[in-house]
């Protein structure tokens, strides 16, 4: 019944809920014992997941392309396919580096280290180590960087002698669209990086 469910879904194109369709069954075939039926269930959510990866990364949306991959090598692992799971955490890999540099062309920095630092993770989960080392050098350079530019706001505002809200603030800066622009970049690398330096923090050695 739960295989029909998921395959109704399927058709629907709403991946999710077909993905946790097959999820729950080959759950309970894997406790049937019936690892054939298993490994069909996870192929079937492997075939899922690449075609919604694929889907995404036509649009260009590098960062859900590179996560379903890896999800897609999760699932691999699931099945015990250790080829096809490296093949996976490769692409996701691959997508994952694009979707860095398109963000660091934006200079969304933060964003940029973060894709780095998931990368770096992936690469830690195929077992190669100095691609690891790389990506996480790669994305303390772009916190560091980050961190610089907002240095260089703060050094800006404690010269200007402005002590106003944050919403004064955005209202000061929207004043001139330059600046207002420069703020904005501001906000988010604040915003984003508060749970970035939480999982950067236990990796101080590539900083």
């Given at each position: 019944?739960r295989v029909r469910?998921?395959?109704?879904?399927?058709?629907?194109?709403?991946?999710?809920?077909?993905?946790?369709?097959?999820?729950?069954?080959?759950?309970?075939?894997?406790?049937?014992?019936?690892?054939?039926?298993?490994?069909?269930?996870?192929?079937?959510?492997?075939?899922?997941?690449?075609?919604?990866?694929?889907?995404?990364?036509?649009?260009?949306?590098?960062?859900?392309?590179?996560?379903?991959?890896?999800?897609?090598?999760?699932w691999a692992d699931?099945?015990?396919?250790?080829?096809?799971?490296?093949?996976?955490?490769?692409?996701?890999?691959?997508?994952?580096?694009?979707?860095?540099?398109?963000?660091?062309?934006?200079?969304?920095?933060?964003?940029?280290?973060?894709?780095?630092?998931?990368?770096?993770?992936?690469?830690?989960?195929?077992?190669?180590?100095?691609?690891?080392?790389?990506?996480?050098?790669?994305?303390?350079?772009?916190?560091?960087?980050?961190?610089?530019?907002?240095?260089?706001?703060?050094?800006?505002?404690?010269?200007?002698?402005?002590?106003?809200?944050?919403?004064?603030?955005?209202?000061?800066?929207?004043?001139?669209a330059e600046k207002?622009?420069?703020?904005?970049?501001?906000?988010?690398?604040?915003?984003?990086?508060?749970?970035?330096?939480?999982?950067?923090?236990?990796?101080?050695?590539?900083?």
């Amino acid at each position: 019944m739960r295989v029909r469910y998921a395959e109704e879904k399927e058709k629907e194109e709403n991946y999710s809920e077909a993905l946790k369709g097959y999820a729950e069954v080959a759950y309970w075939a894997d406790k049937m014992g019936n690892k054939k039926f298993r490994s069909e269930l996870y192929g079937k959510a492997i075939d899922l997941q690449l075609r919604y990866a694929e889907e995404k990364e036509r649009e260009e949306n590098y960062s859900k392309a590179s996560g379903s991959y890896a999800e897609a090598a999760d699932w691999a692992d699931k099945m015990e396919d250790e080829k096809r799971r490296k093949e996976l955490y490769e692409k996701a890999i691959e997508v994952g580096l694009r979707s860095a540099t398109t963000k660091e062309k934006k200079s969304s920095l933060s964003s940029a280290a973060a894709d780095y630092v998931q990368t770096a993770k992936w690469a830690d989960a195929v077992g190669d180590d100095v691609k690891r080392d790389t990506l996480y050098e790669k994305a303390a350079q772009r916190l560091r960087e980050a961190a610089e530019t907002y240095e260089k706001l703060a050094s800006f505002l404690l010269n200007s002698d402005i002590l106003i809200d944050a919403s004064a603030l955005r209202d000061y800066f929207s004043e001139d669209a330059e600046k207002f622009a420069y703020f904005d970049k501001i906000s988010s690398i604040v915003e984003n990086c508060r749970w970035f330096f939480e999982d950067f923090s236990g990796m101080s050695r590539w900083r």
